[in-house]
């Protein structure tokens, strides 16, 4: 059973970091693209950002230059590097991955800016 775990969620104040980590299991087979999305009470789940197998990654333009995603294949887990943090970030994040043409997701995890 595949699942995708989320950790690193919590409390910063504006200017400051956060790490998340997500850690993709229970698959026989290799994750294909791994993907951060963010989604507020009331609205849409939005994309942060995307990074493939291979290494390459797209942004939300808003996260551009302050956020950082990185990818350990032979852990199956993703990480997303947060500095600068804005009030605005506060979100649940949460964790996808397709894998042989169905996406995964995880739990989310909290990130809360105070200003």
């Known amino acids: 059973q595949v699942q995708l775990v989320e950790s690193g969620g919590g409390l910063a104040q504006a200017g400051g970091s956060l790490r998340l980590s997500c850690r993709a299991s229970g698959s026989a087979f290799p994750f294909g693209d791994m993907s951060w999305y963010r989604q507020t009470p009331g609205k849409q789940r939005d994309l942060v950002a995307t990074?493939?197998?291979?290494?390459?990654?797209n942004y939300q333009d808003s996260v551009q230059d302050r956020f950082t995603v990185t990818r350990d294949n032979a852990l199956d887990t993703i990480y997303l590097e947060m500095n600068s943090l804005k009030p605005e970030d506060t979100a649940v994040y949460y964790c996808?991955?397709?894998?042989?043409?169905?996406?995964?997701w995880g739990q989310g995890t909290q990130v809360t800016v105070s200003s």
């Open positions: 990074i493939k197998r291979h290494g390459a990654t």
């Open positions: 996808n991955a397709i894998l042989l043409g169905r996406e995964y």
